[in-house]
């Protein structure tokens, strides 16, 4: 699958990686259908706060679906 990283101030670019899995018992898996930047994001776009190069976006403006929950979760509304 893909993932959008910050390359560096004002580039982002795709890299592949694997399919998550679930990992502890309250994780969720989420299938993202749709996703847009976030006002913080573009601090670090901008380079105004420095990020590592090819840091994960911590993707948090994102509506998706529900594919896997780990064995602590135990309702789904």
């Known amino acids: 699958m893909k993932s959008a990283v910050f390359a560096k101030a ?3 670019k795709l ?3 694997d399919k998550p ?3 502890a018992p309250d994780d969720v898996i989420i299938r993202v259908v749709r996703t847009c930047v976030c006002g ?3 601090w670090y776009y901008k380079g105004i706060n420095p990020v590592e190069a ?8 994102a509506i998706g ?5 780990g064995d602590a979760i ?3 509304r």
Request: no cysteine; hydrophobic share 30%.
């Open 65 to 69: 679906i529900v594919e896997e929950v």
């Open 40 to 42: 913080s994001d573009l």
């Open 21 to 23: 899995t679930i990992q």
């Open 10 to 12: 004002g580039q982002m």
């Open 15 to 17: 890299i592949d990686i």
């Open 54 to 61: 090819n840091a994960e976006n911590s993707g948090h403006e």
């Open 74 to 76: 135990t309702t789904d």
